[in-house]
């Protein structure tokens, strides 16, 4: 079995102090590999976002590690803690998060760029991620002149660009309908089936089911999870479902 | 749908057959519906009596080939306009189990409504790794919407019990509270 890319060990996260003290996330484990979608559901207010955010370098857990591929977050300066998110971590926000003002290929681009990298390799890069999800074609039209599956494939693209093995995902599917949705869930899956690993945050059964695995958070404590049987194709075998 | 107006609404396509009747049956119904060929035999004789469809005689391999009567082809397009009726509910195994579980003292009802989430989600994951394996085939459209059918009521079962769960919570904290409302002999809260 492969590393995980991302490892959460005995995390907790409280905000606040005293009698105001909130335990967002409770002495939490949880292993990403590679090659593997984990969905993350539960109730409002049960540490999902706060795990993502965790995960992401975005925050810090009050005790407990997080690590991504093999390095932990916590002892990091700012300046590598940054770098790390943006070589080994991708985003994909429910709102797209894309710069208006930047072309498509710009807006993909801008992570590497950020990076020091120069921009004709950073629009290299950017326009192969885009080819990977079949929009090299929108490269440069602007956020505002596309569809919103076309943006949500963009914010994809820029959330994998250069290889970055952590895609982290917060209701990617929010905003979309549901057929345009299915495609962006799709797109995700192939990309973990091409080597990355990903966290889906989400809140509809349908598209956690999208998942390898779905663990399920109540309270910052992680109550439940199922898992896809080894070999789903059986039940083609068996078409007697109804 | 009965095999009926499933034989009927592929005779209105053109003659056909018994063996070949059975055949796209179960490619239209996406494989999920298994027919005999007695049964396809039985229904045509009936349909036959009736008047909906009626007999062409034989080709050389002694297939007996049907066509559908103008009488038929009404029964199709009504069929087709009319839409599904809502039978009497099903008796649902899960509903009733959990409306038992919460009159049973002491059981741990959180539990048992987080392992059958577990269950569904589970199943519904196969489902998904199903049709994502399907999807590019136009072939198999038939057998994706019944799959997606399962996949709707799947999410609907874990809707539910989350539903169910929360509601279980909010019971056993009025229990708690012990300021649980009055009820009225309709079973309506009343403020206290």
């Known amino acids: 079995m492969s590393d995980p890319v991302l490892s959460l060990r005995t995390v907790s996260r409280v905000h606040g102090t005293g009698a105001g003290e909130v335990?967002?996330?409770?002495?939490?484990?949880?292993?990403?590999?590679a090659g593997e979608l984990v969905a993350v559901m539960g109730p409002s207010g049960s540490g999902k976002s706060t795990l993502l955010h965790l995960a992401g370098g975005l925050d810090q857990p009050t005790s407990g590690e997080v690590l991504v591929e093999g390095r932990s977050l916590g002892g990091m300066s700012k300046n590598a803690l940054a770098a790390v998110r943006r070589r080994a971590i991708g985003y994909v926000f429910q709102?797209?998060?894309?710069?208006?003002?930047?072309?498509?290929?710009?807006?993909?681009?801008?992570?590497?760029?950020?990076?020091?990298?120069?921009?004709?390799?950073?629009?290299?890069?950017?326009?192969?991620?885009?080819?990977?999800?079949?929009i090299a074609d929108l490269a440069?039209?602007?956020?505002?002149?596309?569809?919103?599956?076309?943006?949500?494939?963009?914010?994809?693209?820029?959330?994998?660009?250069?290889?970055?093995?952590?895609?982290?995902?917060?209701?990617?599917?929010?905003?979309?309908?549901?057929?345009?949705?299915?495609?962006?869930?799709?797109?995700?899956?192939?990309?973990?089936?091409?080597?990355?690993?990903?966290?889906?945050?989400?809140?509809?059964?349908r598209h956690a089911a999208w998942a390898n695995r779905v663990v399920f958070l109540r309270d910052g404590r992680l109550v439940d999870e199922s898992r896809r049987s080894l070999d789903p194709s059986s039940l083609l075998a068996n078409r007697s479902l109804t | 749908m009965?095999?009926?107006?499933?034989?009927?609404?592929?005779?209105?396509n053109g003659p056909r057959y018994g063996a070949q009747l059975r055949a796209e049956f179960e490619t239209r119904t996406g494989a999920t519906w298994p027919l005999n060929?007695?049964?396809?035999?039985?229904?045509?004789?009936?349909?036959?009596?009736?008047?909906?469809?009626?007999?062409?005689?034989?080709?050389?391999?002694?297939?007996?080939?049907?066509?559908?009567?103008?009488?038929?082809?009404?029964?199709v397009a009504l069929w087709f306009a009319s839409p599904v009726e809502r039978e009497a509910p099903a008796r649902d195994e899960l509903a009733i189990k959990l409306a038992f579980a919460v009159t049973v003292p002491g059981l741990d009802v959180r539990?048992?409504?987080?392992?059958?989430?577990?269950?569904?989600?589970?199943?519904?994951?196969?489902?998904?790794?199903?049709?994502?394996?399907?999807?590019?085939?136009?072939?198999?459209?038939?057998?994706?919407l019944v799959l997606e059918s399962l996949i709707f009521?799947?999410?609907?079962?874990?809707?539910?019990?989350?539903?169910?769960?929360?509601?279980?919570?909010r019971a056993a904290e009025q229990r708690a509270d012990g300021d649980a409302p009055a009820r009225t002999f309709s079973g309506q809260q009343v403020s206290r």
């Open chain 1, 23 to 33: 335990v967002a996330l409770h002495a939490l484990d949880l292993d990403v590999r």
């Open chain 2, 37 to 75: 060929v007695g049964q396809v035999y039985t229904t045509l004789a009936r349909l036959e009596r009736d008047g909906l469809v009626e007999a062409e005689g034989q080709d050389g391999a002694g297939h007996i080939s049907y066509r559908i009567t103008d009488a038929g082809s009404r029964e």
């Open chain 2, 153 to 169: 009521g799947a999410e609907a079962e874990v809707r539910w019990l989350d539903h169910v769960e929360a509601r279980v919570a």
């Open chain 2, 111 to 144: 539990t048992l409504i987080g392992r059958q989430r577990t269950a569904t989600l589970g199943a519904l994951q196969d489902y998904t790794a199903l049709k994502d394996s399907l999807y590019d085939d136009p072939d198999e459209l038939p057998w994706l």
């Open chain 1, 140 to 205: 440069d039209r602007f956020p505002d002149d596309v569809s919103g599956g076309q943006r949500q494939r963009v914010a994809i693209a820029r959330a994998v660009v250069g290889d970055r093995r952590l895609v982290l995902a917060d209701e990617p599917t929010g905003a979309l309908d549901s057929t345009t949705g299915e495609q962006v869930l799709r797109l995700l899956r192939r990309r973990v089936e091409a080597g990355a690993a990903a966290v889906l945050v989400t809140h509809e059964a």
């Open chain 1, 95 to 134: 709102d797209f998060n894309l710069v208006p003002a930047l072309t498509v290929a710009e807006n993909v681009a801008l992570p590497l760029e950020l990076d020091g990298m120069r921009a004709k390799a950073a629009r290299a890069k950017a326009l192969v991620a885009l080819g990977e999800l079949e």
């Open chain 2, 2 to 12: 009965s095999i009926r107006q499933g034989l009927l609404a592929m005779l209105d």
